[in-house]
Structure formats: C-alpha cells, structure tokens
C-alpha cells in the first residue's frame, strides 16, 4: 500500500500499536545540560540503567558562555551547576558528551547533522521543542519532555500516540533575497502558529527540493511555530552528499547499504496525507514579526495591522497585548523602526550559509552606532569554517561580537541579555514575551535583514543593500 | 504517580491564547537542576513587578485573594507552546494546579502533563469562557468540580460541561501508573524487535565509538 515518509519510518520502528498510540523504537537519543541533566540524574536516583549508551549524545549548548575566551567553568552559577550534572551524569551512564572545549561542541541540532548522528530513515528524540530541525535529514525527529526523555534513556522506546499526516506543497522559485526562514515566517503568518498543530509535517515540492541542506534544516526549525509534532524532508542526493562521510555516518559497505534504503523513504506517488496546504514560493517577501508570537508576522515592508480582525488568528486580547509588550501602534511601519539590538544565531539560523549571507551584507559596512550586534556561530565546527572564510574578520570589521558557540541569546536564562524594552532584531526562532530578556522586544526575520538592519539602526530591507 | 482522584477547587481564569512555556516559568528562574523548588518561578514575568520575588504584582490574578488556593486553571488556545521544558508542568503542579482547561495545548506539553499527573481537558473557547465568566462572579465560593472519569467539569448548582481526553491519558492519569515500569514489561519484546531491526537496517546501528577526526576534517568538508 502506498505511504507517506512518516508512515514508512513509524511502520519500520514500530513494536506494537494500538487506537492509543504505539510503542516506536528509538534510534538515537540528544541531550543538552537545560533538559538532559535532569532526566538522567532522576534515571540515576531510580536505581535505572540507560538501556544502550552508544546511541545517545550529549551536548553543551543552552547555558555556556559564549564570550571569546571562555573556560569549562566560565558563565553564571546557575549554568555551572546545569554543565556539572551533565558531566557527572554522562560520565557515570557512558553517554558521548561534546563539552565546552570539545571541538564538536555546539548547538544539538546544528551539530547532530554536522557529525552525522541524525541519519535518514532513524528515529531521533531530544527534550529539546526544536529537535524537528532534524527531519530535515529525512529522520522522524521529534521533541520530548524530560520525564519522557527518561523513559527514552530507560527503554530505547517511547510510546506515542500517531500523529495525522499533512503535506505542505512548497512550489515555485523564491524571488532573490528570500530566505526558508521568510518562507517560514509566510508559512505561519497564513496559517497560524497551532496551524500544523500535532501533525507530522512532510515539507514537499520543487522549492524545497531545491533548497540546500541548512536551509531545510531552517524551514524543518521553524515547523515547532507551527505546533508541528514533527517536520520531515524526503531525503535525496543533496541529503546524501551532505551525510557522506561525517564523522559518525555509515563507512565502506554499510554506506552503500544504507542509501539503498534511503532512496526507499520517499513517500510514495499516490501516497495520501490528512491534510495538505499550498505555498506559492514566488509570492514570499522577506518577513519580519510585529508581535509576541511567530504568527504575528508581516512582509518587511508591510504594516502592523491596524486592527486585530486584521492579524489572521489572533483575538482582540492577544493583539492588543502583543502591541502594548512591543511599544507598537495599529498601523505602524515595520521598515524604519529603530533598533537597539541585533542577533545571529540559534539553531534556526546560525549555520555556515546563514553566516556567509550574513557576512555578504555586512561586507564594507559599519554597524549603525547605538546598536549592539551579536553573532553566536551555531557549532565549534561552524566557528571554525567561519574564520577559515575570513568571515569573522568581515563581521568584526563591520562592528558584530564575534562569540563562541552556544543558543546564547536566543533567551534570557539569568545570564546575557538584551535591556527592558530595547528593540532587537533576531535569526532566532522565537519573540514571546521575555525571551531575550526581561521586557526586551525581539522582532524574528533572516540573517540578511538582521544584518541589513544593524547597518540602517532600524529594521531594514537588505535587498536594498544587495542590488 | 499519584492516581488522580476527583477533585472541587477554585479555578483561575487566564483566557490568553498562546501562553508559551517561557510565560509559565522563564528560564531565569530555572536555577536548580531539580523538578521541585519551581513554583516561586511560575508566570515570573506576569507575577513580579520587575521580576523581583519580593513585588508582586496586584493585577496579576494568581496574587488576588479570590483566587487563593486554585487547583483549576482556565486558558486559551495553544496553552504550553514554546520550549519543551517540563519545568513548565512541574511549576504548575508544586503550586498546586491539578487540571488545566483550554481549546488546545501545545503536544510536547500535553504530554508532559500526563505523565505529571496533572489533566489537560479540552473544551470549547466559548464553553471556556461561560465557565470562567461563572467563576469570575465569585471564585472562592464558585468551585468546579472536575470527575476525570465521567470527562465532566461542574458546577455545584448542576451545571456541567463534557471535556474531552484521549482515552490513554485518562487512564494513565486515572491509574497514576508508572510509564517505565510499564514498558520494561515488555522488555523481552523489546529485546527481539530490536535483534530483528539491526539486520535489517544494520547501518543504524553501526555507531562508531571512535569516530574519524571531525576536527581535522570540517574545513574540507566544504
């Protein structure tokens, strides 16, 4: 019977299954020190084992410091107490811990790809909400929580109700100086941020197809704004090139072995989905957000609405709230709004191409004064190819910190911060209230107008800076 | 976990879409890797003037009086989106907040309050309103009533509303099984699938413990 690339990964995990949910066997298992440290040391305090240590990975990304020369032990209290768990923690379980000073170290879903750790067709959890970066590889890759995290840890399985199935049809050529992350923030503006609310989202169509690895790994990011369970992309030749040879992907014969079954996982022709939506790439502008939540997202150079019928899936309270959080009246123009704040990275965008398109806008260019601009690489490995291009040298020069890897200020955690109320214009995946700090006002769009609008001092269109 | 039995407790109401985990308890105030000691942290940035403990904020409804006490939590659309952190469900639950009340919840956090014995019922936006707009006129003495088993919210006065819960979590919520414990039952079940799947997808499971230099190799991996 013809199936859905969803359907072929649950159907191969799958131990049992019942109208409630099936018990799936999980392939590989992410931990970070916010989330991860926990689960492990209440395992650890139930007198339980984690069942197969060789297939989970932990890394050190959410509290770390990321200011150049930072140490093992550098950043607040409360992260040195977060990093010192995991330590302790995947140590006494055998669990590979990419630390501090580990040259793999970074952001989990930057540096699972990047090492060949998610791998197409595997089952892959995280308690972390972005873990659905990853489909992007082809994996059913989905976020947990920490007490399902332990019972992941446990028994190699989770039991999980199946998700509905839906299709976003992505068509058409994206015009110059769009990005996945617009087309992202266009996916969720239509349709609302619970718009693919449980369902495993299979990203489909020729401008998908044609988008590189980072960039499906952007879109499959942005999919959490979207209340997806999980976002998915058949893997293809690009998916294949990019796995070939890192560090922990199949070698020699195994290789070929695997992608002969990859090639298997499209989802088959006739292959029906519970629901489908429809996306006319040509008609995406770059987006930037007005609000306190993905949804409430605008063309670059459009307009808050001028009243709440008019910001598609939001009531009166939720408009009128997000207004007053972000100092903003009905109407106002996205365009010329003066920025106190500028941020590249998280792992929505803080890969080797956004860093390249970033630093192609900001070449020759200063930083408006007044502005405080940031660039957090999302890897150890991402910083390091960065300098082997000159590219922290082009950002330096143009006025950006130029930090070590980390989800740094993608939110505020006690440390780092953006001040109450300054205005912040941010690659990262989220603009709830408080996220970069108490107060503070973060608007989403792309690496390019994050860079254009440092330059300006006020959200900036960059193809006016690219012509 | 405890088996959740049937409870008659004061209800907040807090008719906001979209209340992300990040409004629940901000990753400020997640300063102990620990599930307990959260509840100070919970709606931080709604509660405290400035964010300081010491100020609490008069309009925020958790500080009023009225709504001492409250077990019962009435919301919005999407309530529990944003980061997956279960400290979130684990804040809500030490405060004292046993069923949460809202058209829809983010699926991560859905889950999570299952297994924290805590019941995310779902109801209508209008239905939701009618109830928070009956306990608004007096919410120390308009208690719900909520029976997980029957799926019912109620009034003393015999008005009631249906909710709806997937039959599993009910159950689970119901038993206060222990979801571990559980699947190590099937252990040996397990065991074979996974003997099974390794020859056929023997490329998952090909781990390499030593892998090949990523550091030396990164750069020409351009």
């Not at chain 2, 009618?130 to 919410?139: G, L, T």
């Not at chain 2, 559980?182 to 699938?193: P, W």
Request: aromatic share 6%.
């Amino acid at each position: 019977m013809a199936a859905t690339l969803f359907e072929k990964i649950w159907i191969a995990h799958r131990i049992e299954e019942d109208a409630a949910g099936a018990l799936i066997l999980i392939d590989r298992i992410l931990l970070h020190e916010r989330t991860g440290g926990v689960a492990l040391q209440s395992l650890a305090a139930a007198g339980r084992r984690v069942a197969a240590p060789q297939q989970v990975f932990a890394t050190i990304d959410h509290v770390v410091d990321t200011r150049p020369g930072r140490s093992q032990r550098s950043g607040t209290a409360l992260a040195a107490r977060f990093m010192e768990v995991t330590r302790r923690e995947t140590a006494a379980a055998g669990i590979q811990l990419f630390d501090v000073d580990d040259p793999r170290q970074g952001i989990v879903h930057v540096i699972s790809p990047e090492l060949g750790i998610v791998l197409p067709g595997l089952t892959l959890v995280c308690p972390d909400s972005h873990t659905g970066t990853q489909g992007a590889l082809g994996a059913l890759a989905w976020g947990i929580g920490s007490t399902e995290a332990e019972h992941a840890l446990a028994t190699q399985t989770l039991r999980v109700p199946r998700p509905q199935t839906m299709r976003v049809l992505i068509d058409g050529t994206l015009p110059a100086g769009v990005t996945p992350k617009d087309l992202a923030l266009h996916l969720i503006a239509a349709h609302g941020a619970s718009g693919g609310k449980g369902f495993a989202v299979e990203f489909a169509g020729c401008t998908v197809s044609a988008l590189d690895m980072e960039g499906r790994m952007t879109l499959c990011n942005m999919a959490t704004e979207f209340s997806a369970f999980a976002a998915i992309i058949a893997p293809d030749d690009k998916t294949f090139a990019y796995v070939h040879g890192r560090a922990y992907a199949p070698g020699g014969a195994s290789w070929d072995r695997a992608v002969r079954d990859w090639i298997e996982l499209a989802s088959d022709p006739s292959a029906r989905f519970d629901a489908e939506l429809r996306i006319d790439a040509t008609v995406v502008q770059p987006m930037v957000t007005w609000g306190t939540n993905p949804q409430q997202a605008v063309a670059i150079d459009g307009r808050v609405p001028a009243h709440w019928h008019g910001s598609q899936h939001d009531n009166p309270e939720s408009y009128d709230r997000a207004l007053a959080y972000m100092g903003l009246k009905p109407g106002a123009s996205l365009l010329g709004l003066p920025i106190e704040g500028a941020f590249i990275g998280a792992c929505t965008n803080s890969r080797l191409s956004d860093l390249r398109r970033a630093a192609a806008v900001l070449a020759g260019r200063r930083v408006a004064p007044g502005v405080r601009a940031i660039c957090v690489p999302g890897s150890s490995t991402v910083k390091r190819q960065a300098e082997a291009e000159g590219i922290d040298k082009i950002l330096i020069a143009a006025g950006f910190e130029w930090r070590e890897s980390g989800c740094s200020m993608c939110f505020y955690a006690g440390g780092e911060r953006f001040g109450a109320r300054e205005r912040v214009i941010s690659s990262t995946n989220r603009n709830f209230e408080g996220r970069q700090g108490p107060e503070a006002r973060t608007h989403l769009a792309s690496p390019e107008t994050v860079a254009a609008s440092a330059i300006a001092g006020h959200i900036a269109d960059a193809r006016t800076l690219l012509d | 976990m405890q088996p959740f039995l049937p409870l008659t407790a004061v209800a907040l109401p807090l008719l906001r879409d979209n209340i992300d985990t990040d409004t629940l308890i901000p990753s400020r105030e997640i300063t102990a890797v620990s599930k307990t000691g959260l509840a100070p942290g919970l709606f931080a940035g709604w509660r405290y003037l400035g964010g300081d403990h010491a100020k609490p904020d008069p309009a925020f409804e958790l500080n009023q009086s009225a709504y001492r006490g409250a077990q019962v939590l009435l919301a919005g659309e999407n309530f529990g989106c944003g980061s997956s952190r279960e400290q979130a469900v684990w804040a809500l639950a030490e405060y004292g907040f046993r069923v949460l009340a809202a058209p829809s919840f983010n699926p991560i956090f859905y889950r999570n309050c299952v297994r924290n014995g805590i019941v995310p019922a779902m109801l209508p936006a209008n239905q939701i309103a009618e109830i928070a707009r009956w306990v608004a006129a007096d919410p120390q003495r308009n208690r719900l009533s909520v029976d997980l088993r029957a799926r019912r919210i109620g009034t003393p006065d015999h008005r009631s509303w249906q909710f709806t819960i997937p039959d599993e979590s009910r159950d689970f919520l119901l038993r206060g099984v222990d979801a571990i414990d559980e699947t190590l039952k099937l252990r040996d079940r397990i065991a074979e699938f996974r003997a099974a799947d390794q020859l056929r997808r023997p490329w998952a499971y090909e781990i390499d413990t030593a892998p090949r230099d990523a550091v030396q190799s990164d750069v020409d991996m351009l």
